[in-house]
């Protein structure tokens, strides 16, 4: 045990002398942090839309304001003598809503008032969003202005989690475990590459201490690096996305150390394994943040993911992370909800660690 404190010791005082190497380990993940999370938002609103009154009646006006009360589309001006396709055509609008003529009449008949719309199906989800959000627009003002008055059925809804429909609350959560999947491993992976790149590990093979004392103390040294950024981080982003504890956080500051440690692991066995800083941080990048970004449920939700793709995504630290933050920050469910989290970790964590041990014993008993 003493070797292993001495070693993490070294480590960590190293690590503190490069000045740059401590301020770009502590900043640049909050920088990371505020640039996805500014960037990616799954809320659409304030979209463009133009709109044809052929009618000019008062009803249609009242319809048209309540295009305008929505906050998903913003009318903007259209000249009299250009047509409504032509804004689509010059991206001047998100989409073109003609009113017919005999638009009043029709509803006061008791007829169906078609209105069109056009809408740009360059972006699929977004344009699903706004059929969505035109329907529900139709709806309410047919409830409001309708002859037949209230509907025989009034589907009453309400978000059990998340009421606001706020997008930063799933973001969020995401977007810190996506942070935590890079720089921990990386910095990991550094040290240990580092030692065999520049032949320093030679020094390791010829003293007394072990491989695995010698792998424990670059952990640890590094652990408690990566614990200084889920400080940071965290802290930047409960007031970033308005995220804040719902139940019990146990599940989640446990599953926060063994989501460390697993990712300090991961970056020591790509070190010990690969003994170049620049390939290391290659594979550290492909294979924690790519395959987080993609393959964890950051922004697609992985039932999604075609089925032959999918298994990898149970090889990922940052889809059981990712799970457990949701839950801590929007729906509170617990230890029932979230048991699982921190066993695959631990799970995870053995086996990188198991790799890592091995790399160094080969390399050591060959020396």
Known sequence: MKRIIAQTRKELTQFSRDRLTVVLALVLPLILMWLIGSSVSLTVSDLPVVIQDFDQTPTSRRYVET???????????????????????????????????????????????????LIDGTDANTANIMRNDAAMIAQAFNRQNGPSGAPAIDAQMRFWFNPGHDSDQYIGPAVFGLVLALFPPLLAALAMSREGEQKTILQVYVASIHAHEYLLGKILAYMIVAVAEWVLTLALAIPMFGIWFHGDPTPFL???????????????????????????????????FLLSFLL????????????????????????????????VFVRGGGWSATWHVPV??????LVFLFKGWMSLRKMQIEA
């Open 67 to 117: 295009i305008r009360a929505s906050l998903t589309f913003r009318i903007v001006s259209l000249p009299i003598t250009a047509a409504p396709e032509s804004a689509l055509d010059k991206a001047q609008a998100r989409a073109a809503i003609i009113i017919p003529a005999k638009f009043e009449a029709d509803l006061e008949r008791g007829r169906t008032a078609e209105v069109q719309w």
């Open 344 to 349: 695959l970790l631990a799970v995870l964590s």
């Open 296 to 327: 964890a449920g950051f922004v697609f939700p992985i039932s999604n993911i075609p089925p032959w793709l999918r298994w990898i995504s149970g090889l990922v630290p940052a889809r059981y992370f990712i799970e457990v933050s949701r839950d």
């Open 254 to 288: 446990v599953s926060s150390f063994l989501y460390l440690f697993c990712n300090v692991c991961f970056g020591a066995m790509a070190g010990a394994s690969i003994p170049n800083q620049a390939a290391a941080i290659q594979a550290v990048q492909n294979v924690c």
